[in-house]
């Protein structure tokens, strides 16, 4: 197996799991398009002393940014070719545990803290939160590895599905209950208001979106010290950089005058949110009273409906579990899905993959109904 540029990114994601840093896989990605970590025209930061030549130019030429799924196969495989052994044991006190992530993405995405009690009995309940079911084995029969952010954000799906239902119908309804609440009791502690989160949200990430198409555009692919075939070309090839340089400039003071802003620093967050904003309503401290009633001595959610995402999965030999098209399920759902990917920065339909494979561990009995009724249906058809 040779080693390319993507397969020392995830030989370095390696590391970092064996190390149980906290950093998820879609952090470093996110770092790599930030350019905090060297991955486009890294031969830029090699010593003078190293010489690039003929085919080590393809190697170190890359013209896209990492893929989330492409990556997490390449762990994999590195991990296997390496003989490595089983990584140490992702206990709950580690970052990468569902039940500390969900709690990080809950505050990332604005949600009230009260939804982590209802993460951490989906984890538990699912089972996804076992020491045996996290750690990493490559030399098992199976080799896989968890994609831990990627789970940690479909639980949050899931449980926002038992709490709203996400029909475009239930959290419209609640959220005007919760709306009437507030407005009669505005000394009290506030109900969530899925509407209103809905709005504020939407206009965070659509602003933050607009910002990172902005700066793919104008990400320049050529590096500033350019490769050459041989020591021949490398006048040729130096003028012609020298060039380009001086359209780009030129052109960049024609078309944005602003200043360059200066780089921040990486961090793990990307939204942050405040009391004190008063532009962006802060959601944490909201209660989830408007949406759960009394049984009992204990709290149920008013909503006793559940849809799966999924009905059905796929047995062939193709690559994906199940099939994800906007178009058969609801806004509210299709926005949910496309919040949390943009924040993994993954495709939807990978995300929708892992909310139906946390859905089928959840609700067990209800897929054994259905490989039932399907069963009886085909010995009915036989007869």
């Given at each position: ?94 970052y990468l545990h569902p039940n500390i992530l969900c709690m990080k993405y809950l ?242 339909s990978f995300l929708h993959e892992e909310v139906s494979l946390i859905e089928k ?23």
């Open positions: 197996m040779k080693m390319t540029v993507p397969k020392t990114l995830a030989f370095c994601y390696l590391s970092l799991l064996w190390q149980r840093e906290t950093i998820t896989l879609s952090d470093l990605l996110r770092f790599v398009e930030e350019d905090h970590i060297p991955y486009i025209n890294t031969f830029q930061h090699f010593p003078e002393e190293m010489k690039l030549y003929g085919r080590d130019k393809g190697i170190f030429t890359i013209e896209s940014w990492p893929d989330y799924e492409d990556i997490y196969k390449k762990i994999i495989e590195v991990a296997i070719f390496l003989d490595l052994p089983r990584f140490p044991d992702i206990t709950e006190d580690c505050m990332e995405v604005n949600l009230p803290d009260e939804m982590h009690n209802f993460t951490c009995q989906v984890v538990k309940m699912t089972g996804i939160g076992e020491v045996d079911f996290l750690t990493f084995d490559p030399i098992a029969k199976k080799a896989k590895t968890v994609k831990y952010d990627v789970q940690a954000v479909a639980i949050i799906v899931v449980v926002l599905k038992l709490l709203f239902l996400l029909d475009d119908n239930l959290e419209w309804s609640l959220s005007n209950l919760a709306e009437n609440h507030n407005e009669k009791n505005k000394e009290d502690k506030p109900w969530f208001d899925f509407r209103k989160w809905y709005q504020v949200m939407k206009k965070t990430v659509d602003e933050k979106n607009k910002k990172w198409e902005q700066a793919r555009a104008k990400y320049l692919w050529k590096s500033e010290k350019p490769l050459y075939h041989s020591s021949i070309d490398k006048s040729v090839v130096y003028k012609r950089r020298e060039m380009v340089v001086n359209l780009q400039k030129q052109f960049s003071t024609l078309v944005d005058s602003t200043p360059l802003i200066e780089k921040k620093g990486p961090s793990s967050f990307q939204f942050t949110w405040t009391e004190e904003d008063p532009d962006r309503t802060c959601f944490h401290g909201h209660s989830l009273q408007g949406i759960l009633k009394k049984k009992g001595q204990s709290l149920t959610t008013k909503n006793s409906l559940y849809w799966l995402s999924t009905q059905k999965f796929c047995k062939s030999y193709c690559k994906h579990v199940t099939t994800y098209e906007e178009s058969n399920f609801s806004l509210s759902y299709q926005f949910i899905l496309n919040l949390f990917s943009f924040l993994l920065r993954i495709k939807t561990r959840l609700f067990k009995a209800k897929y054994g109904k259905t490989k039932k009724k399907s069963s009886r249906s085909k010995k009915a058809r036989r007869y």
